[in-house]
């Protein structure tokens, strides 16, 4: 959305280029309106972290409006009322992050279970429990919900203080809405420093398993009949029912309850049920707790199966994955900030069966790999590449690169010209105008372009709560609304084998929180346009030929700038035409790889 404030003008008229050295009062308010609105959305993205995305929309469509030097003095504005804010607001995310943890870790017990707190209160319920045991998020626990008995000791058990002692769990029934007794575990969860304490109430599989019964059996030596009574009474049949069932007589199975008694040391038959429900508990906690392992683990980031992590000669840590012959044609391919580095297998087969091999490092601030200084500039990384590129034993190779990566190819072609073959830019950034941020520029470049230049610290606290944000948000979530008003990349979206393939980035991006993104648009927003017209390396402007980041005209307008520039559309692509158009792209890119290749492929 690009915003024209009352009285201001849109950009180059007239309101437009008054002296902002006399700063009239239209445009105080004009300034003054625009920071009232982009906090007001500030704060509905704490609250709701899918409102990041408008966010940026909004903030980005006012620093179009407004122009480079008063959109400076709104960002000014702006950093000075965040980074009192953004504490406090922090806070806030950090709660709501915390409630995100709890409904996550209730979501992935294999039974029904609730998140409660030390007063009883639902905080977080799975689909299991609203079904099995009728609690949702909001309930209150008491008395009702618990068979006879055992409210009392779940009460007490809660409000004991959690460092009393941490692991301690306690074996209750819970009452299911059809009045059938269901044992439960209770537990407290982990805490993180700060942290409200809470608590895991679990119910679980009232069947002993064969390792329960083994233990039965082996422990307490019990029979195979009594066993079968043990799970008669965990299922909350009296002696009377269990007869029936066994089809023997009550008075035998009276007698089998009281030998199972004397066995265990149980004082009550109460007591005999909790001892078979812990027995149960034990087991349903291993399984809960392997897959509850398995998800966080998911959640941290690991490099994928395929990546691998080299070590430069200066200690800087690398994540890259090679891809192709091992003699083959070395290609460079550098990712962009949000996708690049996983595409679709036909993009890589196509080159690599044209004899292309692959060598593809994730940045620095990307993924595992060491972050560059925070006043390094595109020099800096351009030699970081080089380094790696030493270290892969390339000597003379083509560089293909991705969106924001785009800056890094004309750099490397300036810092190493007679090691480069080509360039090939696929949806690339194009080279900056002076002061740019016009009509064509999209409004959240513009406004990471502007808070690089002139408020850094500004981009630091976006990227640090856009971390929090994106980490909610989940990768789906985040790229449907960042390509919501683009049908022609929007289906890849929807795609389940695109999607994974874009979470592979999403991961990358959020590993160092945002590290590498702000890198990248910091680099961006050098004015790299004397650079730009410098590259006499062979680059082709790989380009949708539907509306983008970047559109075709203006990749036609950057190639008349460079000596030795073309571009080379893809019809029906967007911005991201390598995962919509994995086979019309790699055919583009390899078309110009060969015809500048120092022999023929």
């Known amino acids: 959305m690009r915003t024209e404030q009352g009285g201001d003008g849109p950009p180059g008229s007239s309101a437009g280029r008054r002296d902002a050295s006399s700063r009239p009062a239209d445009e105080d308010s004009a300034i003054l309106a625009a920071a009232l609105e982009v906090l007001e959305h500030a704060y509905q993205a704490f609250l709701n972290p899918h409102e990041f995305a408008r966010l940026l929309e909004v903030w980005g469509g006012h620093v179009l409006a407004l122009g480079p030097e008063r959109?400076?003095?709104?960002?000014a504005r702006l950093e000075r009322h965040l980074e009192r804010a953004l504490p406090v607001l922090e806070v806030n995310a950090e709660r709501q992050l915390q409630g995100d943890v709890l409904g996550r870790?209730?979501?992935?017990?294999?039974?029904?279970a609730v998140a409660v707190s030390p007063s009883g209160l639902v905080i977080a319920a799975n689909e299991a429990a609203e079904r099995r045991l009728g609690l949702s998020e909001g309930d209150q626990l008491g008395e009702a919900h618990f068979a006879p008995g055992d409210w009392e000791a779940a009460r007490a058990f809660m409000r004991a203080p959690p460092a009393a002692d941490p692991s301690r769990r306690l074996t209750v029934r819970l009452m299911t809405p059809e009045g059938e007794p269901a044992p439960a575990d209770l537990a407290m969860m982990p805490a993180r420093a700060g942290q409200a304490p809470a608590l895991l109430l679990r119910s679980f599989e009232m069947t002993l398993s064969p390792e329960a019964r083994a233990v039965l059996t082996a422990r307490f030596r019990l029979t195979e009949a009594e066993t079968e009574v043990m799970q008669n009474l965990l299922g909350g049949r009296d002696a009377a029912d269990i007869a029936r069932a066994r089809r023997t007589s009550v008075a035998t199975v009276r007698t089998q309850i009281r030998s199972i008694r004397e066995k265990t040391g149980a004082r009550s038959q109460l007591d005999l049920v909790r001892l078979a429900a812990s027995l149960c508990a034990l087991d349903e906690t291993r399984r809960a707790e392997l897959a509850t392992v398995a998800a966080r683990m998911r959640r941290s980031y690991r490099p994928p199966a395929r990546h691998e992590l080299a070590t430069l000669p200066d200690g800087r840590q690398v994540e890259h994955r090679r891809i192709g012959p091992p003699n083959g044609a070395p290609t460079l391919m550098l990712h962009g900030s949000l996708f690049g580095f996983a595409l679709p297998d036909a993009f890589f087969e196509t080159l690599t069966a044209a004899g292309r091999s692959l060598w593809i490092p994730a940045r620095p601030g990307f993924g595992a790999s060491s972050p560059l200084p925070d006043d390094a500039g595109l020099a800096d990384e351009a030699q970081a590449l080089l380094r790696y590129a030493d270290h892969a034993g390339l000597g003379r190779f083509a560089v293909i690169a991705h969106g924001a990566a785009a800056p890094l190819g004309a750099a490397l072609a300036q810092a190493a010209p007679e090691r480069l073959e080509s360039l090939a830019l696929i949806s690339g950034f194009l080279p900056d105008r002076p002061n740019a941020a016009d009509?064509?520029?999209?409004?959240?470049?513009?406004?990471?372009q502007i808070m690089a230049r002139g408020t850094p610290r500004l981009l630091q606290l976006l990227c640090r709560a856009g971390a929090q944000m994106l980490r909610q948000i989940g990768a789906r979530d985040f790229y449907r609304h960042a390509y919501s008003s683009a049908p022609a990349d929007r289906a890849a979206v929807e795609s389940g084998a695109t999607l994974a393939l874009m979470k592979v980035?999403?991961?990358?991006?959020?590993?160092?929180?945002?590290?590498g993104f702000a890198q990248d648009f910091k680099l961006a927003a050098e004015d790299w346009s004397a650079l730009w017209r410098r590259t006499a390396l062979p680059v082709a402007l790989i380009h949708g030929d539907q509306p983008q980041a970047y559109d075709l005209a203006l990749a036609r307008r950057a190639a008349a700038l460079a000596p030795n520039a073309c571009v080379r559309p893809i019809e029906g692509a967007g911005q991201l035409a390598a995962l919509t158009h994995p086979m019309p792209v790699a055919?583009?890119?390899?078309?110009?790889?060969r015809a500048h290749a120092r022999a023929p492929q």
């Open 71 to 75: 959109a400076a003095r709104l960002n």
């Open 105 to 112: 870790a209730v979501s992935e017990q294999l039974r029904p």
């Open 439 to 448: 009509a064509d520029t999209p409004p959240w470049q513009a406004l990471v």
């Open 505 to 515: 980035s999403f991961n990358m991006v959020l590993a160092q929180d945002l590290r």
């Open 587 to 593: 055919h583009e890119t390899l078309r110009h790889l």
